[in-house]
């Protein structure tokens, strides 16, 4: 079993800064890559960032300049600092940790920024 558990999430207005924030448990022996990644009312799931295991970043270029992802010393957290905030940000967000191959999910946080 692995456990993705979330916090960070909120209300924030335009412009201002949240910080996701995601801890994997469990079975994580073959943790690789971690993201993000969200949806909008009506949308499709979206990636908004990953980091793999060895430091390499990718980033939507919608939040690329904005966004930051990074990885604790355990690897096992990934983080998503979030700048400069936007309207067209507000979704629920969603981590992502593949082991070996199959890909798990967190519950999901809202974001919502208020113009």
């Known amino acids: 079993q692995v456990q993705l558990v979330e916090s960070g999430g909120g209300l924030v207005q335009a412009g201002g800064s949240l910080r996701l924030s995601c801890a994997a448990s469990?079975?994580?022996?073959?943790?690789?890559?971690m993201g993000w990644y969200r949806q909008a009312p009506g949308k499709q799931r979206e990636l908004v960032a990953v980091?793999?295991?060895?430091?390499?970043?990718n980033y939507a270029d919608s939040v690329k300049g904005r966004f930051t992802i990074s990885r604790g010393n355990a690897k096992n957290t990934v983080y998503l600092q979030m700048n400069s905030l936007k309207p067209e940000d507000t979704a629920v967000y969603y981590c992502?940790?593949?082991?070996?191959?199959?890909?798990?999910w967190g519950q999901g946080t809202q974001v919502t920024v208020s113009s």
């Open positions: 469990g079975s994580i022996l073959r943790l690789n890559a």
């Open positions: 980091i793999t295991t060895g430091g390499s970043t």
């Open positions: 992502n940790a593949m082991i070996w191959t199959t890909a798990y």
